[in-house]
């Protein structure tokens, strides 16, 4: 097939995440399975217009915004070169199904119904949420859907998506396992593996260290990653009062991060929703169990909770299940061998093979532009 991807970020992009890792290790995995891969996203300073990476054609346009009205331009201007396009929705959709008839298959890690109200209070997140909880679901009617957890799922299917037309391809891991397990640091630390955006809620992190400084000494946050809401937090670590207990590390290589994630005895996850979280599943190749919040969504299966980590309900039960892991080694351990062997069951070869099969079948029925 000749598959091109829509998505507004690549991996290289400053604000790139798990869903840019999601679209560029199956782009990679179908590439390997002898398909044409295409991936369009925006320009960002010092990326290059064309790019290819692992057996993928990148090819950048336009920019946060603009590249929508450059992808719908690209499509109708390519109709004839590509048999199926992934219209990754993210908060905002492509808007694809204009310029094709078929061979539209959408990708969504999670609705934003949070994310609009944290990022963009007022009209624009009113806007945003009315884009994604209505609009989607009249544009895309008959199209197939691609998600990554039962739960994103089910929001989906809150919005008026037709369950029958949802595939479920869960997050694969780019590394297996290593064969050793790192060892933890001799003091206790809390690492948080995360873009810095205001919906992850990290300051719930800074205030969990706070309330612990008395209980467990010596405890140290580790932060890992970079975003746009940097700043606000350095001063929310100030205002709590521990900073000179956090580290902001910033973008590092995949081998400094296992490293962090690795010394660290809990990752800690309070953000607001996931599709998956591939923070858990990457800190569980580690053997490091996470905590997070239920109400996320997609956690609720990459954590099993009471086996490969903690699933709270609010900061105070946070704060409460952090003590008492930190405290219990050996139950500490044992849910991190459990995170690690989940983490193994997890490829990025599995969740193309179930993608692919979606593919085809949308691919097989052809084009027919408007």
């Not at 992190?205 to 000494?217: G, P």
């Not at 995949?254 to 599709?275: F, H, I, N, Q």
Request: proline share 4%; glycine share 10%.
């Amino acid at each position: 097939m000749r598959v091109a991807f829509l998505s507004w970020r690549d991996t290289t992009h400053p604000d790139g995440g798990g869903s840019e890792v999601f679209v560029e290790s199956v782009g990679r995995e179908l590439a390997a399975r002898g398909h044409q891969v295409t991936l369009l996203c925006a320009r960002h300073p010092g990326s290059a217009r064309r790019e290819e990476r692992d057996g993928v054609l990148l090819r950048r346009v336009g920019g946060r915004l603009t590249v929508y009205l450059w992808g719908l331009a690209w499509l109708v201007r390519h109709r004839r070169d590509v048999d199926v396009v992934v219209d990754v929705v993210n908060g905002l959709p492509f808007a694809s199904p204009l310029v094709r008839r078929h061979g539209v298959v959408a990708l969504v890690h999670h609705v934003h119904a949070e994310q609009w109200r944290i990022i963009y209070p007022g009209l624009a997140g009113r806007i945003g949420w009315f884009v994604e909880s209505r609009l989607v679901p009249l544009l895309y009617r008959r199209r197939p859907f691609l998600t990554v957890s039962d739960s994103s799922a089910r929001d989906l299917a809150a919005i008026g998506i037709a369950p029958a037309a949802i595939t479920v391809v869960r997050n694969g891991l780019s590394a297996a396992p290593p064969e050793v397990v790192p060892a933890e640091a001799a003091t206790p630390r809390l690492v948080v593996l995360s873009r810095l955006v205001p919906h992850k809620q990290i300051e719930h992190a800074f205030a969990v260290l706070r309330r612990l400084e008395d209980d467990l000494l010596g405890l140290h946050l580790d932060v890992v990653g970079e975003g746009w809401w940097h700043a606000e937090l350095v001063a929310a670590a100030a205002a709590e009062g521990v900073t000179d207990r956090v580290t902001f590390h910033g973008h590092v290589s995949d081998a400094r991060r296992d490293e962090l994630v690795g010394r660290a005895w809990l990752m800690v996850m309070p953000s607001v929703k996931e599709g998956w979280c591939l923070a858990i599943t990457e800190s569980g190749a580690q053997g490091t169990p996470s905590v997070a919040y239920a109400s996320a969504g997609g956690v609720t299966e990459s954590i099993h909770d009471g086996r490969t980590g903690r699933l709270v309900g609010d900061l105070d039960e946070m704060v409460e299940a952090v003590r008492e892991l930190l405290h219990d080694e050996t139950r500490r351990r044992a849910m991190g061998a459990a995170a690690r062997d989940l983490a193994a069951s997890l490829t990025w070869e599995a969740c193309a093979i179930r993608a692919e099969r979606v593919l085809r079948e949308a691919g097989a029925a052809g084009d027919q532009s408007p």
